[in-house]
């Protein structure tokens, strides 16, 4: 199986800045896009920013100009830049990954388990 483990999370005061940091491990043939999503309370989970294998990126209207999506295909990591946090921001982060098992395999999503981010004075 594969996982992902995201780290980095935690509270910052409004225009701190944070870097998250996601991992997979596991059985793993190729990574394609990669992602940053977020959920606040009592909130759907949306889009944050997306990163494809060529290094092309996407990033919601709401955080364009503060944050940054990154990744390294040999450490297999995904990483997400926060500056200016506004406590809007506040919510719990997952990474996101399509991925390829097998050189034969089928792509398939899989998720993380989530980092904290509580922006607050």
């Known amino acids: 199986q594969v996982q992902l483990v995201e780290s980095g999370g935690g509270l910052v005061q409004p225009g701190g800045s944070l870097r998250l940091s996601c991992a997979a491990s596991?059985?793993?043939?190729?990574?394609?896009?990669m992602g940053w999503y977020r959920q606040a309370p009592g909130q759907q989970r949306e889009l944050v920013a997306l990163?494809?294998?060529?290094?092309?990126?996407k990033f919601a209207d709401s955080v364009k100009g503060r944050f940054t999506i990154s990744r390294n295909n040999a450490k297999k990591m995904v990483y997400l830049q926060m500056n200016s946090l506004k406590p809007e921001d506040t919510a719990v982060y997952y990474c996101?990954?399509?991925?390829?098992?097998?050189?034969?395999?089928?792509?398939?999503?899989?998720w993380g388990q989530g980092t904290q981010v509580t922006v607050s004075s």
């Open positions: 996101n990954a399509d991925v390829q098992m097998f050189a034969v395999g089928v792509r398939r999503i899989y």
């Open positions: 596991g059985t793993i043939f190729k990574i394609y896009v």
């Open positions: 990163v494809g294998s060529g290094d092309t990126t």
